[in-house]
């Protein structure tokens, strides 16, 4: 889920005071480095770098030091996919890349009449996300994953939607790997080239390109996962990106692209122009996530932008469109850069960021914590008291905190959840999802002769993996084997009766999907386990049957 951090600020708008936002962000952010820009009515604003690109050889970040944008590629691909479609009088292309979306994922899948381009570029397939699945098909922390061998072999492994397309939204990197696959085909060029003609040399992004290879960073930039009482480790990364992230850029082409992106959008028939419109689900609602741009209500106004993550980079930009105002950062730590953004861009557009002040604290608890289960998605959802007044809610990989309002009602800006009658109703505006939600029943104690109820393999036909669960008691241990190898034990906990948590907190990626939810089925005869349902909110609902 995107979400606008909350960072105090002050008013600010001259240069002068821009210059001084920018300084202050070392100190308020630290890390091993970093660069920021603001782009304001068109032009160069300020921008500052500071720290390391290379903390051993101590060479310093420059405004040319070139960073993987990771995730933030995903709307540059778009630009490019939407100029294809526009400039496509003959419909010729968008013929040819339907073809190869049928050549490049399962013909049921095609045959859907709601799952679109459209559907896809807005998070709303209902496609399982291959970089989560990557674990269920035994990839190593740290391993290889080739766009051209292993990425084709993983789309004709998805299985099947995991929620009906154009219902609701859900982050899902196989969107964006699929039609830049697909658009490779369609046009018979790379799309590195495409991105170059269409994209970079309009933009005069001099330095930006398509490299997959992230083990192959343009010297001297390093990545580092750590903090300040643990200290910084440099962290190599081992896999390749097509369009979902696979751009690379320096501050100096990010800010080309903010002034690129700030004359197109007063075009009304750019490319950029139509992508940053408002999307809608199938029922008319609106959404907040289309062609690689996530929309956001903030402080009054309307910001749309994205974020990137890769082990070692965190990298996000914004702009307003209304205050003509955009903010880029791009860090070479684990570091929330959505914090950075935020409070740079919150000065410079002259906003408070609304302190909520109470007379007392709020000392209201609920008698309603503990775990559920979204049977649909076969999702545990964990409810635990954090701060006076607040809940935290465990369902979509992270913890998410919301207000207590009532003895029975919870929310925050992106949540809203309530008990009664014995059921937890949790409704995610962001993601336009809405379900209802049953406490699980508590563990049971192994009995005896009984303490290897869940252990064994199980296999799962739709997306080719088997899981091997081991252990006894109340400590398992699961692991995954598949094309892509056999992956490493993760270990298990026991959070209601037949229902496991996994957690994987380090996967070929960065960020891992956190803890997978578990459900164990048993058979007739109510003693015996006979299969059971792995979920995390990236991939839902992968059926796998025990093994005789």
């Not at 190599?236 to 992230?245: F, K, M, V, Y």
Request: proline content about 5%.
């Amino acid at each position: 889920m995107i979400t606008w951090p909350r960072v105090a600020c002050s008013a600010m708008s001259s240069t002068e005071s821009i210059k001084r936002t920018l300084e202050s962000v070392p100190s308020k952010f630290r890390g091993p480095g970093g660069a920021v820009a603001v782009v304001k009515d068109g032009e160069l604003a300020g921008q500052h770098v500071w720290g390391y690109a290379n903390l051993d050889t101590r060479i310093p970040i420059t405004p040319t030091t070139i960073f993987p944008i990771c995730s933030i590629s995903k709307q540059m691909v778009c630009l490019v996919l939407t100029d294809l479609l526009q400039s496509d009088k003959d419909k010729a292309f968008e013929d040819a890349l339907h073809k190869a979306l049928h050549e490049l994922l399962p013909e049921d899948m095609m045959a859907n009449k709601d799952f679109t381009i459209e559907r896809m570029v807005a998070m709303q397939s209902g496609l399982r996300d291959y970089w989560a699945l990557t674990v269920l098909w035994g990839a190593t922390p740290g391993g290889r994953f080739s766009i051209y061998q292993d990425a084709p072999k993983a789309l004709k492994r998805l299985g099947g939607f995991h929620f009906a397309p154009g219902t609701e939204m859900s982050y899902c990197n196989s969107n964006f790997m699929v039609l830049s696959l697909a658009i490779e085909k369609a046009t018979g060029q790379t799309l590195g080239d495409l991105l170059d003609s269409r994209l970079f040399i309009p933009a005069k992004m001099t330095t930006a390109a398509l490299r997959p290879d992230t083990e192959r960073l343009p010297a001297p930039l390093v990545g580092y996962e750590g903090s300040d009482e643990n200290g910084y480790v440099a962290y190599q990364n081992r896999i390749e990106w097509a369009g979902d992230a696979g751009i690379q850029a320096s501050l100096e082409d990010m800010v080309a692209y903010e002034k690129y992106i700030d004359h197109s959008s007063s075009e009304s028939h750019s490319a950029y122009q139509k992508n940053s419109q408002e999307p809608h689900y199938l029922d008319g609602s609106p959404a907040n996530y289309g062609f690689g741009l996530a929309r956001i209500e903030a402080d009054g106004m309307t910001v749309v932008g994205h974020g990137g993550a890769l082990a070692g980079f965190r990298l996000h930009r914004w702009y307003a469109a209304d205050k003509r105002v955009s903010v880029v950062a791009l860090l070479n730590s684990d570091m929330d850069s959505a914090e950075v953004a935020s409070y740079v861009l919150r000065n410079v557009a002259e906003l408070h960021a609304k302190e909520q002040q109470e007379d007392s604290p709020n000392e209201t608890k609920v008698e309603w914590t503990g775990y559920y289960l979204d049977e649909e998605a076969n999702l545990a959802i964990s409810v635990a008291h954090g701060g006076p007044g607040e809940l935290l809610i465990y369902y979509a990989g992270e913890e998410d905190k919301v207000k207590i309002t009532d003895s029975a009602k919870a929310s925050s800006k992106g949540i809203k959840v309530s008990y009664e009658d014995g059921k937890l109703s949790i409704h995610r505006l962001q993601e336009g999802r809405k379900f209802a939600a049953k406490p699980l029943a508590p563990p049971e104690a192994p009995s005896d002769g009984n303490d290897s109820l869940y252990t064994g393999a199980y296999r799962s036909e739709e997306i080719n993996s088997i899981f091997h669960c081991t252990g006894s008691g109340d400590m398992l241990y699961g692991a995954f084997d598949g094309y892509l190898g056999k992956g490493p034990a993760h270990l298990m906990k026991h959070i209601g009766k037949d229902v496991w948590w996994l957690s994987c907190q380090r996967s070929l990626d960065a960020p891992a999907p956190g803890n997978w939810t578990v459900v164990f089925h048993r058979g007739e005869d109510g003693k015996t386990i006979r299969g059971a349902t792995v979920s995390c909110w990236l991939a839902r609902n992968v059926q796998y049957v025990k093994k005789e």
